[in-house]
């Protein structure tokens, strides 16, 4: 079973930063894909960002694209999401994902995911 653990969210200003973190208990963490999704309030659940196994490819929403950037440190068995020049319209509850098989914006295709970190941008 893999445990994931999301922190680093917070309430902050229209054009400020956040970098989000996941930890993740996996003994495995690197056979793992791994995304990042997001819900506001009274929204479905979407998809934000992937990241491959080995880090190599990531994929993202047009809406993050320039400014949201996934990586990961196996090493260390986290994933994180550096989240730049944020939006009133990025304010949602973000989790992480893991998933067995390849990276997916489905959040079905997703085995393990995170409590959540809340995000709230003030304009």
């Known amino acids: 079973q893999v445990q994931l653990v999301e922190s680093g969210g917070g309430l902050v200003q229209a054009g400020d930063s956040l970098r989000l973190s996941c930890a993740a208990s996996?003994?495995?963490?690197?056979?793992?894909?791994m995304g990042w999704f997001r819900q506001a309030p009274g929204k479905e659940r979407e998809f934000v960002a992937h990241?491959?196994?080995?880090?190599?490819?990531?994929y993202y929403t047009d809406s993050v694209k320039g400014r949201f950037t996934i990586s990961r440190d196996n090493a260390k068995n986290t994933v994180y999401l550096q989240m730049n020049s944020l939006k009133p319209e990025d304010t949602a509850v973000y989790y992480c994902?893991?998933?067995?098989?390849?990276?997916?914006?489905?959040?079905?295709?997703?085995?393990?995911w995170g409590q959540g970190t809340q995000v709230t941008v003030s304009s």
């Open positions: 994902a893991a998933n067995r098989l390849v990276p997916s914006t489905a959040p079905r295709e997703y085995d393990f």
């Open positions: 996996a003994r495995t963490f690197s056979n793992y894909a």
């Open positions: 990241i491959s196994r080995s880090g190599i490819n990531t």
